[in-house]
């Protein structure tokens, strides 16, 4: 979890409730299996956050980047 998301609203694709059957009870000893489509799921949000961040980074560097005329003083 991101400080940014206590803040921002989350995305409805990040997190599902109806998704959720992992609610442990007092006897649960073993760690929960992934299915594949759990995995498959983890790997697209990664990507996408992977895309926001490089997006994130182009905008950055187009604000706050030196242009060629500055750099050349």
Known sequence: MFITEFFDNVPDDY???DE???VPTLSD???TRLTLAQINKIRVMD???K???EQEIVLVQN???S???EAEF
């Open 20 to 22: 959720d059957n992992s």
């Open 51 to 53: 895309y926001e961040r």
């Open 29 to 31: 000893v073993r760690k």
């Open 47 to 49: 990507d996408l956050r």
């Open 67 to 69: 242009t060629e005329e």
């Open 15 to 17: 997190k599902s409730e």
């Open 63 to 65: 604000q706050y980047g």
